[in-house]
C-alpha cells in the first residue's frame, strides 16, 4: 500500500506546489511530539512498555492496570512540579473556547497548521476570485459574439432576398439566439431581444419605405447601443443622423437598399496577428477602414467573416483553459482536505488532543476552500456552454475536449524498444565486420563510398541521437515532475512519452544500420547503382514524415512541420517556447543540415549517373551555399528576439539574446575564412572571434537559461529553487557545457589525419554537440518551469478578441 505522503507529492499540481500544505512539515512535527512524548514519559510506564513490547517475563494481565496507574502517577508528579506552567499551556480556538496544550511541540503544531490553512484559503479565495472573473469575462464575450452572428446572418439574408422588408420581417421573427441558463443573470434579457417587428412595405408606397428608413434606424440604433455596452465599439459615421434626415424631410428623396443596410463602420475585434493571414487581414480591414468615406460602402459596415471565425475560435479556446483552471482548483481543494484529515488523525492519535483536533477540523470544513461551491457551479455552466454553443449539442465530443482521455501505457512499446535496440547492435556489429574484411575503412578503400554514404547516414545518425536525448530529457521532466507539456503548449493525449522517443530512435538506427549491410553487400557483389540505396531511405523518411495517415505519430509529425514552418518564416509568426526551442536545437545542428545539403545536391543536381560527387564539395556555389546553411539557425534565432523583442513592451533582454546570435554568426564566418586562407592573422581572428562568442554564450547559458551564478543565492553560485537534490550535479553540468562550448578549439588546430579520421572527428564533434544540447535542455525547462510556479502559472492566458475602445 502506497502512503499517502508519497500520493500526497506525486498528486499536487507541480505549478501550485508552494500553496498546498506542507505535509511533510507537519508530519516532522507530529514526529517530534511522539519523541517528546517518550522522552518524556516515567520510568515505570517505560518498564511495563518494555515488558510487555519484550516480553522477557511473559505477559500478565496486570500490566494494563500498572501502566494506568504510572501514567496518573506522572500526569500528578509533573503538576506539582510546574504548577505555574499548567496556566499557561492553553491554547484558546477560533470559537472562543481553550484548549488545553501540554507541550509546546503541540502548540506549535497547531500554529502551524493553522498558519497552512491560512495559505491554502488565501489563495483558494485569489484563484477563485480570477477564475470567477474570467468566466464572467467569456460569457460577456459569448454574447456579444452571438449578437454579432445575427448581424451577419440578417444582413446576409437583406442581400439575399433583394429588400428591407424581407429582413426586418426576418429579424422580428427569427428568435433571439439561444444561450446557456448561466448567460441571463446579471444582464437581464438578451441583447437583440427588444427589436420590434415592422408592418410589411409595399415597394410602391413613398411613406411606407420612409417608415421603413425611421424603423430600421431605430433597430441599428439598439443592436449598436445594445454591442456598446457589452465592449464592442465602432468607428466611422452612424446611419443615426440621415435616418433622422430622411425622417424630417432634409432628404425627400427615396433611399436604395444600400443606404438602408448601412450600419456602424467597424466591430473592433482583437485579433492578434501572429501568422501573416492574420496580419494580412488587420492590414486589409485598415485600408478598408481609411478608403472608406461616410460609410458608403455597405459591405464595409460588417465584420469580416474570418475575423468572427479567429474570435469564435479564441473564445473556444479561452472556455477550455476556463474549464482546465476549474478541475485544477477542484483538485487543489480536494487534496488540501484529505491532507488535513490525514494529519488530524495522526495528530490525535499521538497527542491524544481530541477535542483541539475536532476544533481545527471544524475550521477545516468551514474554510471557503472546503465549503465554497462556486467552482462547481461554474465548472457546470462551462461544461453546458461548451455543448451548446461549440460541441452541437454532442456530449461525447464536448467531454472530448473538455476532459481529454489519457492515452494507456502498454507495454507493446517497451517490447518494441528492446527489440529494435537489440537488432541495431547485432546488424551494427556485422556491418563493422563486413566493412573490415572489405577494407572500406583503410586508405585503400573507395572514396566515393566514404563521401556518399558518410553525408547521408551521418545525418540519420544525428537525427536518432537528438531524438534519444530527447527522449532522456523527457524520461527526466517527468520524474522531476517538470510540467513540460503545459510549457510548451502541447496536448497530453498527444504528446511524446519518452518511450515514444526512444522507440524513435531505435527504429531510426535499426532502418539505417540495415541499409548500410544491404548497400555493402550490393557493392560487394558488383550490383550497379548501389548509391540509389541511400537515396531510397531519403525517400522513406520524407515520405513517413509527410504521410497524410494517422500512423507513426501523426500529431508529433504535423507539430514538428507546424514548428519549423514558423522558424523559416521568421518572423512573421509569433514566437511560442516550442519554436525558439525548437530554433537553439537547430543551432546545435548545423553538421546536420551541411548533411542535407550534400544529399540534396548529390541526389537533385544531376550528379546521380557519372558519380561525379567533387561537383558537390569542390564547386563555388557550394561554398557559398555552405555559408548561408551555417548561418541560417542563427539568423532565425535573431529574427525570434526581434519579434519577441518588440511584442513584449521593447524587453531589452531579447535585443541582448539576439546580440548573442549575431556574434555566433560573425565567429562562425570567420572560422570560414580561415578554412578558406588558413593565415596567421585570420587564425587569431578565429581565436578573438570565438572566444568572445563563447564568453556571451556561457554568460547566457549560466545566468538567463539556467538562472545560475547568483551571488545571493543560498545555494552557492547556483539558485535559490533547485529541483535535483544533490547540489554537485550542477557544478558538474556547469564545468561540461564549458568544455563542450570550447570544442571549436580544433578548428585553428593544425591536426594532420586520413580521410576517415577527419570524418570520424567531424561526427564526434557534431555528436559532443548534440549531447551539449540535450544537457542543456533539461536545465532550461527546469529554470522555466520554476519561473511558472513562482508565478503560479497552471492554465494559459487565452486574450479575448472583443474590447472596449474609446471614440471620438
Known amino acids: 500500500m502506497v502512503k499517502f505522503s508519497r500520493e500526497y507529492e506525486a498528486s499536487i499540481i507541480p505549478e501550485w506546489k508552494a500553496a498546498f500544505v506542507d505535509y511533510k512539515c507537519l508530519k516532522k512535527l507530529i514526529k517530534r511530539i511522539k ?17 510487555a513490547t519484550v516480553g522477557s517475563y511473559g505477559f500478565s494481565v496486570l500490566d494494563p492496570v500498572r501502566a494506568l496507574t504510572a501514567r496518573f502517577a506522572g500526569g500528578g508528579r509533573a503538576a506539582a512540579a510546574s504548577p505555574e506552567e499548567g496556566e499557561e499551556e492553553s491554547l484558546e480556538s477560533d470559537s472562543g473556547e481553550l484548549v488545553r496544550a501540554t507541550d509546546k511541540h503541540e502548540q506549535e503544531f497547531l500554529e502551524r497548521a493553522d498558519e497552512e490553512l491560512d495559505k491554502v484559503n488565501k489563495f483558494y479565495a485569489s484563484q477563485e476570485s480570477e477564475l470567477l472573473s474570467r468566466g464572467e469575462a467569456l460569457i460577456e464575450q459569448l454574447r456579444i459574439l452571438a449578437d454579432i452572428k445575427r448581424i451577419l446572418a440578417d444582413h446576409a439574408a437583406a442581400r439575399g432576398r433583394g429588400g428591407r422588408a424581407a429582413a426586418l420581417g426576418r429579424s422580428a421573427s427569427m428568435p433571439p439566439p439561444s444561450m446557456s441558463p448561466s448567460l441571463n443573470g446579471s444582464s437581464g434579457r438578451h441583447l437583440l431581444s427588444g427589436l420590434a417587428s415592422p408592418q410589411s412595405m409595399s415597394d410602391g408606397s413613398v411613406e411606407m419605405q420612409q417608415a421603413a ?13 445594445a454591442l456598446e455596452r457589452n465592449g464592442v465599439s465602432f468607428v466611422g459615421g452612424g446611419i443615426a443622423g440621415k435616418a433622422k434626415k430622411a425622417k424630417d424631410g432634409n432628404n425627400k428623396q427615396i433611399m436604395g437598399r444600400g443606404a438602408l443596410l448601412q450600419l456602424p463602420a467597424t466591430v473592433r475585434i ?66 488540501n482536505v484529505k491532507a488535513f484529515t490525514k494529519i488530524l488523525k495522526k495528530f490525535v492519535k499521538v497527542s491524544e488532543q481530541q477535542r483541539a483536533t475536532d476544533l481545527f477540523s471544524e475550521k477545516v470544513k468551514r474554510s471557503p476552500f472546503s465549503s465554497s461551491d462556486k467552482v462547481l457551479q461554474l465548472a457546470d455552466e462551462v461544461e453546458c456552454i461548451f455543448l451548446r454553443h461549440f460541441a452541437g449539442n454532442d456530449r461525447k465530443v464536448a467531454m472530448k475536449y473538455l476532459k481529454p482521455q489519457q492515452p494507456r501505457n502498454t507495454h507493446m512499446i517497451t517490447f518494441l524498444v528492446g527489440l529494435f535496440t537489440g537488432t541495431f547492435v547485432s546488424l ?19 572514396p566515393a563510398y566514404m563521401d556518399i554514404v558518410y553525408h547521408v547516414f551521418s545525418m540519420f545518425a544525428l537525427i536518432s541521437l537528438h531524438v534519444f536525448l530527447y527522449g532522456c530529457n523527457l524520461f527526466m521532466w517527468k520524474s522531476t515532475r517538470i510540467n513540460h507539456n503545459f ?75 507546424r514548428v519549423m ?85 521593447h524587453d531589452i533582454n531579447q535585443l541582448a539574446n539576439a546580440g548573442k546570435y549575431v556574434s555566433a554568426m560573425v565567429a562562425a564566418a570567420v ?49 535559490d529553487q533547485l529541483i535535483l537534490k544533490n547540489k554537485s550535479i550542477y557544478y558538474v553540468s556547469m564545468m561540461l557545457n564549458l568544455a563542450l562550448r570550447l570544442a571549436w578549439a580544433q578548428s585553428v588546430m593544425k591536426l594532420h589525419l586520413g580521410q576517415v579520421e577527419s570524418r570520424l572527428l567531424d561526427f564526434t564533434l557534431a555528436s559532443l554537440e548534440i549531447i551539449r544540447r540535450g544537457h542543456w535542455n533539461f536545465y532550461r525547462l527546469e529554470n522555466e518551469h520554476l519561473n511558472n510556479a513562482g508565478k503560479f502559472r497552471a492554465v494559459k492566458t487565452v486574450p479575448l478578441p472583443f474590447r472596449e475602445l474609446e471614440t471620438d
Not at 293 to 306: E, S, W
Not at 540 to 550: A, E, I, K, Q, Y
Request: overall charge positive; aromatic content about 14%; hydrophobic content about 50%.
Open 671 to 719: 572560422r570560414f575564412k580561415y578554412a578558406a586562407t588558413p593565415t596567421p592573422f585570420w587564425m587569431w581572428m578565429v581565436v578573438i572571434s570565438s572566444s568572445g562568442a563563447t564568453i556571451y554564450q556561457l554568460y547566457w547559458d549560466f545566468v538567463m537559461d539556467w538562472g545560475f551564478l547568483n551571488p545571493k543565492s543560498k545555494n552557492l553560485w547556483l539558485r
Open 428 to 446: 551494427f556489429i556485422i556491418y563493422s565486420v563486413l566493412a573490415h574484411v572489405a577494407g572500406i575503412f583503410s586508405s585503400t578503400g573507395s
Open 35 to 51: 519523541v517528546a512524548r517518550r522522552d518524556a514519559a516515567p520510568p515505570l510506564l517505560l518498564a511495563a512498555t518494555t515488558s
Open 487 to 561: 510549457i510548451f503548449d502541447f496536448s497530453s493525449n498527444t504528446a511524446l512519452t519518452h518511450r515514444d522517443a526512444f522507440l524513435m530512435s531505435a527504429s531510426i538506427m535499426c532502418t539505417v544500420v540495415l541499409s548500410l549491410v544491404i548497400n555493402l553487400f550490393l557493392r560487394n557483389a558488383g550490383a550497379t547503382y548501389t548509391d540509389a540505396l541511400p537515396g531510397a531511405l531519403l525517400l522513406l523518411s520524407t515520405g513517413v514524415l509527410f504521410c497524410p495517415f494517422n500512423i507513426f505519430y501523426r500529431s508529433t509529425r504535423y507539430c514538428f512541420m
Open 565 to 649: 514552418r514558423n522558424i523559416i518564416f521568421s518572423p512573421f509568426y509569433k514566437v511560442l517556447m516550442a519554436d525558439f526551442f525548437m530554433a537553439d536545437q537547430l543551432t546545435s545542428q548545423i553538421p546536420l543540415l551541411r548533411h542535407m545539403e550534400f544529399a540534396a545536391c548529390y541526389f537533385m543536381a544531376g550528379t546521380f549517373r557519372n558519380h561525379a560527387y567533387e561537383t558537390c564539395t569542390t564547386s563555388p556555389q557550394y561554398t557559398h551555399l555552405a555559408y548561408v546553411i551555417s548561418f541560417l539557425p542563427y539568423y532565425w534565432r535573431a529574427m525570434q528576439c526581434l519579434r519577441r523583442y518588440l511584442e513584449e513592451g
Open 213 to 225: 428608413v425611421a424603423e430600421g434606424a431605430a433597430v441599428a440604433e439598439e443592436v449598436m447601443a
Open 270 to 335: 482583437d485579433i492578434p496577428p501572429t501568422s501573416p493571414g492574420r496580419a494580412a487581414l488587420k492590414v486589409w480591414e485598415e485600408l478598408v477602414n481609411v478608403l472608406r468615406k461616410d460609410g458608403a460602402d455597405p459591405a464595409a459596415a460588417f465584420v469580416h467573416r474570418k475575423k468572427v471565425q479567429h474570435a469564435e475560435k479564441n473564445i473556444r479556446d479561452a472556455f477550455l483553459a476556463l474549464y482546465q483552471g476549474l478541475e485544477l482548483l477542484k483538485k487543489f481543494s480536494s487534496l
